[in-house]
């Protein structure tokens, strides 16, 4: 199968097919290409709120809308022989859901609420959700597994928690197969068609920082890890995206998946560590500026992925030096 992927040509599984939500943004445009690649068609419903239009390929069917209109996912799902649902779309923004709770609660809860009982009416009944690590808040420990106690800190943590007790209710109810993954920082790119374009992200920061001749920032160098600065899970958006589709396979088998995993990298690496990297990948040199901490920053945050390792062939197949090169490249091919 490799060797057909990498040639372009792909076997197709008949009549298979996934409705990525979200799937014109940059996680659920990676996710629609390692659908493809596996041979499995990918459909796409996004209402283009943070999603780009030309980050869905050629030739895949894009549904223009949002997840809380009932009737057009309704419609999709009759036009559409859909097997299972990858759930990308969401309000992913944890700082500014404090400010706006209520449109995060709408579009992440009620609109997970839609897409599940539209599922239900039209036989759906697989899916596969793109949960968070923001559901652990403030963790008591430095490595993060599945068990760890549940505090989410922002109504956007909170709201992909309610998503995971609305997948697993409706499991019990209706005997709807479901996983859901949690996961940190997202960067990197798998195409140079697809950039971060958050806002709030940290490597897009960066670089749009160095592109304006402004100085990036590190928020706090006091403290207790190996350089000072935070240490977090980086992990690459491709090697999350195989693991999505690793998930609806399972899925698909009718294969026995736990209902949630994190998708981690079991060490992380720090601010320092990035920006150091950054300067090298850029060619731009510059000291980051040094900021105050945040308040409510913890100094280490790692999760495990074993049980994704186990499961869903997860793993950390790209380098820090890699992931930065991968998305500077896709940034500056913007």
Same mark, same amino acid.
């Given at each position: 199968?490799?060797?057909?992927?990498?040639?372009?040509?792909?076997?197709?599984?008949?009549?298979?097919?996934?409705?990525?939500?979200?799937?014109?943004?940059?996680?659920?445009?990676?996710?629609?290409?390692?659908?493809?690649?596996?041979?499995?068609?990918?459909?796409?419903?996004?209402?283009?709120?943070?999603?780009?239009?030309?980050?869905?390929?050629?030739?895949?069917?894009?549904?223009?809308?949002?997840?809380?209109?009932?009737?057009?996912?309704?419609?999709?799902?009759?036009?559409?022989?859909?097997?299972?649902?990858?759930?990308?779309?969401?309000?992913?923004?944890?700082?500014?859901?404090?400010?706006?709770?209520?449109?995060?609660?709408?579009?992440?809860?009620?609109?997970?609420?839609?897409?599940?009982?539209?599922?239900?009416?039209?036989?759906?009944?697989?899916?596969?959700? %793109?949960?968070? *690590? /923001? !559901?652990? $808040?403030?963790?008591? =420990?430095?490595?993060?597994?599945?068990?760890? +106690?549940?505090? @989410?800190?922002?109504?956007?943590?909170?709201?992909?928690?309610?998503?995971?007790?609305?997948?697993?209710?409706?499991?019990?109810?209706?005997?709807?197969?479901?996983?859901?993954?949690?996961?940190?920082?997202?960067?990197?790119?798998?195409?140079?068609?697809?950039?971060?374009?958050?806002?709030?992200?940290?490597?897009?920061?960066?670089?749009?920082?160095?592109?304006?001749?402004?100085?990036?920032?590190?928020?706090?160098?006091?403290?207790?890890?190996?350089?000072?600065?935070?240490?977090?899970?980086?992990?690459?958006?491709?090697?999350?995206?195989?693991?999505?589709?690793?998930?609806?396979?399972?899925?698909?088998?009718?294969?026995?998946?736990?209902?949630?995993?994190?998708?981690?990298?079991?060490?992380?690496?720090?601010?320092?560590?990035?920006? %150091?990297?950054? *300067? /090298? !990948?850029? $060619?731009?040199?510059? =000291?980051?500026?040094?900021?105050?901490?945040? +308040?409510?920053? @913890?100094?280490?945050?790692?999760?495990?992925?074993?049980?994704?390792?186990?499961?869903?062939?997860?793993?950390?197949?790209?380098?820090?030096?890699?992931?930065?090169?991968?998305?500077?490249?896709?940034?500056?091919?913007?």
């Amino acid at each position: 199968m490799a060797d057909r992927i990498a040639s372009g040509v792909v076997d197709r599984v008949p009549g298979m097919t996934w409705l990525v939500t979200g799937g014109a943004g940059y996680i659920g445009a990676h996710v629609v290409r390692a659908l493809r690649a596996a041979g499995i068609e990918p459909l796409v419903v996004d209402d283009l709120s943070s999603g780009h239009r030309d980050f869905v390929p050629e030739g895949v069917t894009f549904v223009r809308g949002s997840i809380l209109d009932g009737e057009l996912l309704e419609r999709t799902f009759q036009e559409h022989d859909v097997d299972g649902v990858i759930h990308v779309a969401g309000f992913k923004y944890a700082g500014v859901s404090v400010q706006q709770p209520l449109h995060t609660y709408t579009q992440n809860v009620t609109g997970t609420q839609t897409l599940l009982a539209t599922m239900a009416d039209s036989g759906v009944s697989r899916i596969v959700f %793109s949960s968070s *690590a /923001a !559901v652990y $808040g403030t963790p008591d =420990t430095d490595l993060v597994t599945e068990a760890t +106690p549940k505090h @989410p800190e922002s109504p956007y943590g909170e709201s992909k928690l309610i998503g995971e007790w609305l997948l697993a209710d409706q499991g019990r109810a209706a005997g709807l197969a479901h996983t859901s993954l949690r996961y940190f920082n997202v960067v990197g790119s798998g195409t140079p068609e697809v950039h971060d374009t958050s806002p709030h992200n940290l490597f897009p920061l960066v670089f749009e920082a160095l592109l304006d001749g402004r100085t990036p920032r590190i928020n706090g160098n006091d403290y207790p890890t190996p350089d000072g600065t935070c240490v977090r899970d980086y992990i690459h958006v491709a090697d999350l995206a195989v693991s999505h589709v690793a998930a609806a396979r399972r899925l698909m088998a009718g294969d026995t998946i736990e209902p949630v995993y994190n998708l981690g990298s079991g060490d992380g690496v720090s601010v320092g560590q990035i920006m %150091s990297t950054m *300067a /090298a !990948v850029t $060619g731009i040199a510059f =000291t980051p500026e040094i900021a105050p901490r945040r +308040p409510g920053d @913890p100094a280490r945050i790692v999760a495990s992925g074993e049980l994704a390792a186990r499961d869903l062939d997860w793993s950390m197949r790209h380098s820090l030096t890699e992931m930065v090169e991968s998305a500077w490249s896709a940034r500056r091919g913007a």
